[in-house]
Nanobody, 115 residues
């Protein structure tokens, strides 16, 4: 069974930084790609960033230049470094891993950007 466990969310002031972690129960290379999604109240879940098995990264326009996705293959962990946070980044952030046509999700971690 595949498990994804997020950590690192919290409350931060505008302009601040947070790093999210997603630990997997399988080797990262089990997944075609891994990514971070977010869902704000009243909005649809949206892709924030993802990284392919080969290391290719992709970012939503709204976070380019501020967020960085990375991974530690030895720790089977994917990270999302979030800098210059804005109030509109407030959301529940979910880790996602795709194995073939099957998507696996973590339980989500709340990120709140507020003064």
């Amino acid at each position: 069974q595949v498990q994804l466990v997020e950590s690192g969310g919290g409350l931060v002031q505008p302009g601040g930084s947070l790093r999210l972690s997603c630990a997997t129960s399988r080797s990262i290379f089990t997944f075609n790609a891994m990514g971070w999604y977010r869902q704000a109240p009243g909005k649809q879940r949206e892709l924030v960033a993802d990284i392919s098995r080969y290391g290719t990264t992709n970012y939503a326009d709204s976070v380019k230049g501020r967020f960085t996705i990375s991974r530690d293959n030895a720790k089977n962990t994917v990270y999302l470094q979030m800098n210059s946070l804005k109030s509109e980044d407030t959301a529940v952030y979910y880790c996602n891993g795709a194995v073939g046509l099957v998507n696996y999700w973590g339980q989500g971690t709340q990120v709140t950007v507020s003064s």
